[in-house]
């Protein structure tokens, strides 16, 4: 199977000037054309300096990374640095001349408990300000105020919530340790929130972002767990032995999760709370990974009860089984986008090596997303816009994290070093 043949596509509709309409990417047009995009270097009193030449390269790095925007190198930028924000001081031929269709200037402003950046953004062809926001962080979050301008122009040109305000959760492995760990989505700022001696394994999101799903062998036996980011609490939940891969429903209401009995592991559901905790599936095999659909009537999950590792789809209420790969012998971790329309997962193709593919689950086609790029990428995680996912690689010889897009044509490692192991990348819920 080779990579996508087609690069996702995105056109932009760019209305006339005088009728002042909001230019719109589409993502799904058969024509591909990432938006030509400048990014001025940021603006900046005394006290603001530093911060604002760091988010610049953040805003340059988030929108490369992504794949919506071609944001140009400054070395080519001809215009004035020194032109001011009002649009009729802005020369925007000079502009049109190095091929931006997108503008972006900020200034940032501190005192001693804020950080501002006043964020201008201007349609090149149109010669006009289509946008401006002022944005407010704690004095101490510049990389904050960074994913925030990020996210406001990807919010205009897509009219989505950006993902670059988000976090990723993941399992940091070291000598003697297992971290769970938060994470930028470009890697940066990692934060150790728990350390333990046994295993911390799957770490998955509670749709409100406040808790995070771990199963822990703090017992000396794979049990859920819960950690609460706000006190740092971690406390078991349903207390039943040997299960793990909890995972909330889309409305938090619900966890799904597996349990071994008698050699057999089984998929269960409880409610958020641990209780009433009741066994779906009864086949013997071993039933594990389970991801919600995104409206939470059905759940994806791996199991052998073919004989070999493949994807099935089963109700909510652990009715209409029905299979969903049939290609190869090890099909495992789906993560179902929440646009509904691909499930992620790993397989392990003939030359026993590892990688990410997604499938429909409405039609069964398959698309691989990696190959030829280290012998194993494994476990994907979408991101709540469903656009772009992360998951884990040993491309280089270290078990590092790739953001990549949809379809794998942007691929990009945020995260890893040596002497570490990350694994089980979980991609936070969008924050408002």
């Known amino acids: 199977m080779s990579l996508r043949a087609h690069a996702i596509a995105v056109l932009l509709l760019a209305a006339p000037a005088a009728a002042q309409e909001r230019p719109t990417i589409v993502v799904g047009s058969p024509e591909f054309r990432p938006l030509p995009l400048a990014v001025v270097e940021f603006g900046g009193d005394a006290e603001a300096r530093r911060a604002a030449a760091e988010a610049t390269a953040l805003v340059r790095a988030d929108l490369t990374l992504s794949g919506l925007f071609d944001v140009l190198d400054p070395k080519g930028f001809l215009a004035d640095p020194t032109e001011g924000y009002a649009p009729t001081a802005i020369k925007f031929a000079r502009w049109a001349d190095v091929g931006a269709d997108g ?29 401006a926001k002022t944005i407010h962080v704690a004095a101490s979050e510049p990389r904050r105020l960074a994913h925030r301008i990020a996210d406001e122009i990807v919010r205009y040109y897509t009219h989505e919530p950006g993902v670059f305000a988000t976090q990723i959760a993941a399992v940091r492995k ?36 406040r808790e995070l799903l771990v199963t822990s062998y703090r017992t000396g036996r794979p049990e859920i767990w819960a950690y609460r980011l706000a006190d740092r609490s971690f406390r078991q939940l349903g207390g039943i032995p040997n ?3 909890g995972v ?11 349990v071994t009995k008698d050699g057999n592991t089984h998929l269960w559901v409880m409610n958020a709370d641990g209780g009433g905790a ?41 009715g209409n089984l029905r299979r969903l790969t049939f290609q190869g012998n090890y099909n495992q971790t789906p993560q179902w986008s929440p646009r509904g329309d691909q499930i992620a997962f790993t397989a392990r193709d003939e030359r026993l090596v ?61 995260a890893g070093a040596r002497g570490t192991e990350l694994a089980g990348a979980a991609w936070g819920p969008a924050q408002e």
């Open 174 to 209: 070291r000598p003697g340790a297992y971290e769970l760990v938060l994470l930028d989505v470009d890697g940066g700022s990692p934060r150790v929130l728990l350390s333990e001696r046994r295993a911390l394994m799957a770490p998955t999101w509670r749709p409100d972002g």
């Open 243 to 245: 299960s793990m891969g």
């Open 103 to 131: 503008l972006v200037k900020a200034r940032l402003a501190r005192t001693a408990t804020d950080l501002a950046g006043e964020l201008h953004l201007y349609d090149v062809r149109g010669g006009r300000e289509v946008l």
């Open 278 to 318: 009741r066994q779906l599936t009864h086949e013997r095999c071993i039933d594990v990974t389970p991801t919600w659909s995104p409206d939470g009537r059905q759940i994806a999950f791996s199991s052998d009860r073919a004989g070999s590792s493949q994807l099935y789809v089963i109700g909510a209420d652990g």
């Open 354 to 414: 590892f990688d990410v593919f997604a499938i429909s689950p409405a039609t069964g086609t398959i698309t691989r997303l990696t190959q030829d790029q280290g012998r194993t990428n494994e476990e994907p995680s979408w991101a709540p816009n469903g656009r772009l996912l992360v998951f884990r690689t040993d491309r280089g010889g270290i078990w590092q994290l790739v953001v990549s897009d949809a379809h794998g044509d942007r691929q990009t490692v945020i």
């Open 248 to 258: 909330y429903s889309p409305d938090g209401s619900r966890i799904a999760f597996s």
